[in-house]
């Protein structure tokens, strides 16, 4: 593993503590007891109460709603697009709960079966980038499973604590005492997870999760975003690659085709990490990196048919920062 990917794991799982634990410092949570939200350890109102008990005015209350509710909404999708207009959905490979979760059950499944997904066709060659052999194990079924049901847990207790206060939901687990309502919710919330986890985990990030969708739209508005380009100038050295790169993409994205196929790529460089693996011996080294500006112009062209000449500077090899 190289050191951005190193980076990345770290950031993936801090953002994952993060996402169960934020609810109990109260950094983010609805309570739907109260009727309002928690923000970094303050009460998130908007002052209804205070205006139906004539403590605060009509027009206070609009300023209330548009500083405490609009403002920060706005300034949030706001940020958010200028994010992934400029680097893609960055988000998704390097921070989302629910990618660690892909990433995780990928990396087990394909120790049980050879294939990231029960969906693929053939299993994956058992050679690896680096030249380490994995044989399929059916035994890591026995992790697999109990895999995907711990995270769909774990999942479903801390979406439950976002909307209910999370002393209380844990005390309950704690001490068996869960009320009716708060049982079922977790028991539907785990299994839906679980059956997402084991069989749809791409499909929904292709094709269900609203955060990642927009993302790519506004990605896809920018020809000179970050993307993960291929030069192709080079291709003939991939004549003796078994397509590490598009076997290491957990997404099953093909890396050196044009953007438009590249719609849900996640930023997450596994496979420029494949490609500098078995490109190791080639002094002009992987043909794979982070391009932007004028280098990605090349990948944005080819989704219109246009052929343009790739800039030199963009895959010259001393750059190549992912080596
Ligand atoms: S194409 Fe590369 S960067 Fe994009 S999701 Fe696949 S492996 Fe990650
Ligand atoms: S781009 Fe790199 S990893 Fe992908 S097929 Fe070519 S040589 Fe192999």
Same mark, same amino acid.
């Given at each position: 593993?190289?050191?951005?990917?190193?980076?990345?794991?770290?950031?993936?799982?801090?953002?994952? !503590?993060?996402?169960?634990?934020?609810?109990?410092?109260?950094?983010?949570?609805?309570?739907? #007891?109260?009727?309002?939200?928690?923000?970094?350890?303050?009460?998130?109102?908007? +002052?209804? %109460? $205070?205006?139906?008990?004539?403590?605060?005015?009509?027009?206070?209350?609009?300023?209330?709603?548009?500083?405490?509710?609009?403002?920060?909404?706005?300034?949030?999708?706001?940020?958010?697009?200028?994010?992934?207009?400029?680097?893609?959905?960055?988000?998704?490979?390097?921070?989302?709960?629910?990618?660690?979760?892909?990433?995780? !059950?990928?990396?087990?499944?394909?120790?049980?079966? +050879?294939?990231? @997904? !029960?969906?693929?066709?053939?299993?994956?060659?058992? &050679? %690896?980038?680096?030249?380490?052999?994995?044989?399929?194990?059916?035994?890591?079924?026995?992790?697999?499973?109990?895999?995907?049901?711990?995270?769909?847990?774990?999942?479903?207790?801390?979406?439950?604590?976002?909307?209910?206060?999370?002393?209380?939901?844990?005390?309950?687990?704690?001490?068996?005492?869960?009320?009716?309502?708060? /049982?079922?919710?977790? @028991?539907?919330?785990?299994?839906?997870?679980?059956?997402?986890?084991? =069989?749809?985990?791409?499909?929904?990030? &292709?094709? +269900?999760?609203?955060?990642?969708?927009? %993302?790519?739209?506004?990605?896809?508005?920018?020809?000179?975003?970050?993307?993960?380009?291929?030069? &192709?100038?080079?291709?003939?050295?991939?004549?003796?690659? $078994?397509? /590490?790169?598009? #076997?290491?993409? *957990?997404?099953?994205?093909?890396? &050196? @085709? !044009?953007?438009?196929?590249? =719609?849900?790529?996640?930023?997450?460089?596994?496979?420029?990490?494949?490609?500098?693996?078995?490109?190791? #011996? #080639? *002094?002009? +080294?992987?043909?794979?990196?982070?391009?932007?500006?004028?280098? /990605?112009?090349?990948?944005?062209?080819?989704? =219109?048919?246009?052929?343009?000449?790739? *800039?030199?500077?963009? =895959?010259?090899?001393?750059?190549?920062?992912?080596?």
């Amino acid at each position: 593993m190289n050191k951005l990917q190193v980076l990345r794991l770290l950031t993936q799982a801090g953002f994952f !503590i993060l996402f169960v634990l934020a609810p109990l410092f109260d950094l983010f949570r609805l309570d739907l #007891n109260l009727g309002h939200f928690f923000f970094l350890g303050m009460d998130w109102t908007l +002052g209804f %109460q $205070d205006y139906l008990a004539k403590r605060i005015t009509a027009p206070q209350l609009g300023i209330n709603i548009v500083v405490r509710a609009g403002l920060p909404i706005l300034a949030t999708i706001a940020f958010g697009v200028w994010l992934s207009w400029k680097f893609g959905r960055l988000y998704c490979g390097w921070l989302c709960p629910h990618f660690s979760v892909v990433e995780t !059950i990928n990396l087990a499944m394909r120790r049980a079966s +050879g294939k990231h @997904s !029960i969906w693929d066709k053939h299993p994956l060659p058992e &050679r %690896q980038p680096d030249g380490t052999i994995t044989r399929p194990d059916a035994r890591y079924w026995l992790l697999v499973v109990p895999l995907a049901l711990a995270f769909a847990f774990v999942w479903a207790v801390a979406l439950l604590t976002y909307l209910l206060p999370p002393s209380e939901i844990y005390g309950n687990l704690y001490h068996a005492t869960l009320t009716r309502n708060q /049982a079922v919710f977790l @028991s539907v919330a785990t299994t839906a997870l679980f059956i997402e986890f084991l =069989f749809a985990r791409h499909l929904f990030c &292709r094709f +269900g999760c609203a955060v990642g969708y927009f %993302q790519s739209l506004a990605w896809m508005g920018n020809r000179r975003a970050l993307i993960i380009g291929f030069d &192709r100038r080079r291709a003939e050295s991939c004549a003796s690659c $078994d397509a /590490a790169c598009d #076997n290491a993409c *957990p997404m099953r994205i093909k890396p &050196r @085709s !044009i953007k438009r196929h590249m =719609f849900t790529c996640t930023q997450c460089n596994r496979c420029t990490e494949a490609c500098t693996q078995v490109q190791k #011996n #080639n *002094p002009q +080294g992987t043909l794979l990196k982070w391009v932007d500006n004028d280098c /990605a112009l090349d990948k944005s062209a080819r989704d =219109f048919g246009h052929h343009i000449d790739i *800039p030199d500077h963009c =895959f010259e090899p001393l750059k190549d920062k992912s080596r």
